[in-house]
């Protein structure tokens, strides 16, 4: 592998990392209000909200590699 395809790799990953890290401890704090908010009403709302937000933190990541790429090059 080339210097320079590793250097566009690892600016790509450690972007991905830091950012990735505050946008889904954006999405814990959102969760954690939402649950709480949605207390009194069942179980099954609470359950698909951290469903849901699980499910964006494992896109979170994609997309800003995505977006990455897409800048670097």
Not at 54 to 64: D, I, N, R, T
Request: glycine share 2%; net charge positive.
């Amino acid at each position: 592998m080339h210097a320079a395809t590793f250097a566009f790799i690892s600016q790509i990953v450690a972007n991905t990392l830091l950012h990735s890290l505050w946008q889904c401890t954006l999405l814990a704090v959102a969760l954690y209000l939402g649950v709480r908010w949605f207390r009194p009403v069942a179980a099954r709302t609470r359950y698909l909200l951290s469903v849901g937000t699980f499910c964006l933190m494992a896109l979170v990541p994609l997309e800003v590699m995505k977006m990455y790429k897409i800048q670097l090059e």
